[in-house]
């Protein structure tokens, strides 16, 4: 029981200062994608926060008040519940569940519903449409996953993510299953709505789901999706970089130290690449990446027998 | 005490401001932009400076005041090198055309975050268009399940469809002319289904931007903006910014970072395709080589009317169209698709 | 902790039956959808408390794929968005009260009639292992017989229904190709003004 109340503390701890690292990686990463000096722009999304507290919530014509308010915060939600699965040591873990992958995975698909909800609930042509094809492409990102996680779940036999940790101690995944990674880095641009998969909140419609929203609530879900890459980095630290395990340092501080460099890369990956327009990101989507998904699940299976 | 930390934390931000931008003024706009004290919004909602810079015609003041009204408070409007207009007057600020327009909207942005300037009040009445017109026995707005016309706007309703049959929805609205993924003064009157544009029609065509020919980097680099680079497209523009018409610019490293950042692959083949005037991405490539060569932009091809390159496309397809055409051939693919002639505009 | 799981229990059940009736008393599609979509939730919440971890989490997963799609497909065909139009959500009553009547009889008695497990876990069972095991194993051929039929029937609609056909346009007169390379289409005598045969593609971009 006290492990479990260690546990959440730690998650919090976890979720609250890696937000506030993610956000000046972001700074660091937007200025150095512009040939500006990184130094001086990583405080900028802070003060941009600052700001956002100043600024006035406008509101559309009739929206949905209720879910408009609550999108970022079932965002937050679905990130700490998440990453409640994730054990900070071997016997460190707040919800030490048999089946945490699923509960992973039903995190993702209901961060679908709230960026639709977010968008929807706007009453603004813009925002909906952000919402649409948000669903369209964050529903197959979240299927590659599945296939992803389950193949990494194969070696442990089993669905809990201590075991997924403890199946590592010889070999991490990322080198056992070399296309595991790669592919859950996708969804982890996905589920935070940054760079090439960013098709909720882009330039071309003006922000997207966010095009109407302004003030506290902007900076609300800017931190939202901020902490959710916090928890989406801390599962893929735990899948495949062998979460918790190393030599000297106690576990958590190994899961913050490789949650760190995965926060790192998918911020990278965020400035890094050209997003598709959405039909062309949909067939890359069902017939590039799925397939090796698959492959990598039927290559684990047979490894696994 | 902690409320005034947050403050001067918020006056050290870049000021969020949206610009629009009238005949003339695109390229000076976009070198402004490259200046760290400034944020460019993707939307009204959130900036907290408007900069009304350029030529505008009668027409687009309506606009330009419920642009005004979409900021939220505390707003301020800023006007540079723009003429008189007439029926757009919130208090503002008039800027030389030649101050240092980023230290002027910064010191603007500041104040406003201290307090120490009023948020202007909104210049048009905040009620809806038309009465509610509400029909049924239930209070919804149509009869049975749909339809309707509250507020004046009919509600959408299934149509026929140009993709794949499944006849979703049709949504009829105006888009422009401020629009920022939009070449500036552009207004189309459009038909979406999903994000498929059905139909267009040009209410308004973009405004004349003389200097923008200076440089086919800065034409490219428009194009990179709809593919989510927005700091490759910014280094393309620094670089274009310091450069001499007809001077030969050094693009390797640019044709590399684009490459790298599947900027090529990501525009699929064929898109926007005009006889004589290649693809999308053919488009791109033929700026980049021009610029690397010093000569002008290469030829746009074959005139077209605009609804031929963009109904049927998906929105982001269609933004990227939009973005790679040459600002003086899409000024002719407008006319061709204008339902009336430009001098019929009274209204 | 027995008295801690029966309070959370009556909750989520109490919730559960709130959202259910939430969903008839909202004026929007996809209000409607999601206040499904929490009910389903609570379910498998409480699934979760009676130790069926997997049919619990699996539960919340399948219904907000389930929900957002059918929200989705709403908003596409009845666009009404959040609050400018409101939609009466109920219609053909006197069957929907007698289907729910008699829906809610049928249930009653099937639990009523039934004798249901009432020992306690015992701890260190693997459910899951459990599941897999009746799931994978003497049921695998009906579930996987009825997997793969689904998904030939999704396929096959998305195919049967898409514009864009694997010869060409289905608008133009899809044409299977010819025998040899450039011959007369195969088994077809070649009857249409060939309209669309020279009109050109706009997929045929070179790839360089």
Known sequence: MTSALAAIALLF????????AAALADGAAAALARGRPAG???????????FLLHQQAVTTERPDRLNWLLAPVFYVVLAAV???VVPFSADLVALDLETGIVLWGACESLVVVVVFLHGWSANAPFAMIGAYRYVAIGLPAMLVSMF???????PAESLALTAVVESQRGLWNVLRQPLGLPLFLVLGLSLTLRGPFDYADPYDLAGGTSAEVSGPQRAAWQVARLTMLVAFSAMAATVFLGGYLGPVLPGPAWLALKTALVLALVVAAGQAFARLPPSRM????????????FLGLVIAGVEAL | MAVSRLSSLAAAAPAPVYAAIGEGAAAAIEDLFLDARLDRAASPRHAALLLVCGRFRDDDIADLCRLHDQLPHPRATLRWRAEALPGFTPDGVDLAPDADVAAALHAVYRALVAGARASEPALLPDEPPNPWRGRGDHGQGGEGMMGGVPYGRPMAMTDDDLRDGLALDAYAAPFGPFLSAFPPG???DLTLQGDVIQKLAVARPPFDQPLEAAHPLRLAARMLLPLGLPGLAERMLRRAAGLAPGTPAAVADLARALRWRGARAALPPGLGRIPGGGDVRTRLDGLLAAAGRGEAAPAPGAPMALSELLVGREWAEAMLVLASLEPGWLRRACRADMPHAPSEDAA | MTILTDIVFVLLSGFALWTGWRVFRTDSMVRCAFLLMLSFIAVGLMMLLMAAVYIGVATVFMMAVEMMVMALFMVMFMMNPAGLNPMWMVHQHRLSVAAGVVAFAGLTAAVLASTLPAEPL?????????????LLGPSMLIFETAGVTLLATMVATVILSSRRGRFGDAMEGACPPGLEPGGAPAGRAESESGGGHHHHHHHHGDHG
Do not use: Y
């Open chain 1, 40 to 50: 001086a722009a990583l405080a900028v999304p802070l003060r941009r926060a600052a």
């Open chain 1, 148 to 154: 992803v996680l389950i193949a990494a779940a194969l």
């Open chain 2, 186 to 188: 552009l207004r189309l």
């Open chain 1, 82 to 84: 998440g990453l409640s």
């Open chain 3, 122 to 134: 015992p701890p260190g069972r693997p459910v899951v292992r459990d599941l897999g095991t009746e």
């Open chain 1, 13 to 20: 701890a976890l979720l609250v200062l890696g937000a506030l």
């Open chain 1, 282 to 293: 949909l067939s890359a989507l069902w017939l590039v990446l799925m397939p090796l998904a």
